[in-house]
């Protein structure tokens, strides 16, 4: 069994996604960050585990249901975990497999048990749309946040990524950078004043840009590439010309912040920060449902079910736009795309609407997960064919 947190990544799907000895376990809810509110997260958490031991006991014996929610229950024990809660919960285990993500955004309450893990909300927290990275910077520390419209949090930089101009250049550090990094600074994001002409000041504008160009680097292998987010640089307007300059970052965005984070209160950060991503974020989901309809009226596109399965299963989906809310109970067949609908409680069934994701996903297609209000259509999905 591995550790009971566990970082939510592209990896991360992948491996649930991969086939499984089932049964499969889902359970998903809505937490809080604070007092008082987070006091009930752990009593919803063990209601619906119980709905869990529920649908275990239907199919499966009192001893295998026991070892199967021995880790749900010892994660219920963990005081620390609860004591620091995000906006949502995940956990997915089974009989080889254990994992617990907080994520930064709510989601519905849910807990199933069938023949492979439920992964919709978290595919919708990894796809790149409505999400974003903060670039803090200022010579004399590099801060990143990750956020979405609803919560922004700072993150660790990965080892590669240098905090301090210091830790950037080390010996090669000029005398009047030195002085600073050990003195602290004049200010909060300030630049420090050099006197006179040529000499000490071109030594540190050049250290400035040469750091600048290694957290640039360091920044697209570590988290820009891999996490395909953009990026909003929020710095002084100095610092702004400087590394836009040197940048080869293709996920930075025109639009920055014009200010020093550490001046503002991280409430404050995500609001500014969400006015330069929305525009963007909303224009490519209006591209998609656009992209869609034309689709459909050319017969390249469909919104129903029993067809997109077909589709789905034959390879023949490009884009498929998923409900984010919607669930359909039911069983898919990956291999002839034909679909059985049930009723939510019954045991040993998921929802077509994940199932068809996975399907695509494995046939090469691009999934997305998207607001019912944004949604083109009635059905739940939309889907756009290859041919």
Partial sequence: MTQKRTLLTVESLAELTSAHQPPCLSLYQPTYRNRPENQQDLIRFRNLVKGLETSLRQKYPAVDTRLLLEPFDALAQDRDFWNHTLDGLAVLGGPSLFRAFQLQRPVAELAIVADSFHIKPLRRFLQTAGRYQVLGLSLQKVRL?????????????????????????????????????SHGGVGQGSTPM????????????????????????????????????????????????????????????AQGLTINPD???????RE??????EPQYQAGLAALADEFEVAKSNGLGSDDLAQVAQAAAAGKIATLLIESDRQIAGWLDGATGRIEVADLGHPQ?????????????????????????QMPGQTGLAAIYRY
């Fill in 145 to 181: 946040f990750e956020g979405n419209r609803n919560a922004l949090d700072e993150i660790d930089p990965a080892p590669g990524v240098p905090r301090t101009i210091s830790e950037a250049l080390g010996d090669e550090l000029s005398e009047p950078h030195q002085a600073v990094a």
């Fill in 349 to 373: 069934v998921d929802d077509l609407l994940d199932d068809l994701c996975e399907l695509v996903g494995k046939m090469g297609g691009r999934v997305t997960v998207i607001p019912a209000e």
């Fill in 263 to 269: 001046a503002l209160p991280i409430d404050e950060l």
């Fill in 194 to 253: 050099h006197h006179g002409h040529g000499g000490k000041k071109d030594e540190a504008d050049m250290d400035a840009e040469r750091f600048f160009r290694a957290v640039d680097r360091a920044l697209i292998n570590h988290h820009s590439r891999p996490s395909g987010l953009p990026l909003i640089l929020a710095a002084l307007p100095e610092h702004h010309h400087l590394f836009r300059r040197i940048s080869h970052n293709p996920f930075l965005i």
């Fill in 272 to 277: 500014r920060a969400w006015q330069v991503v």
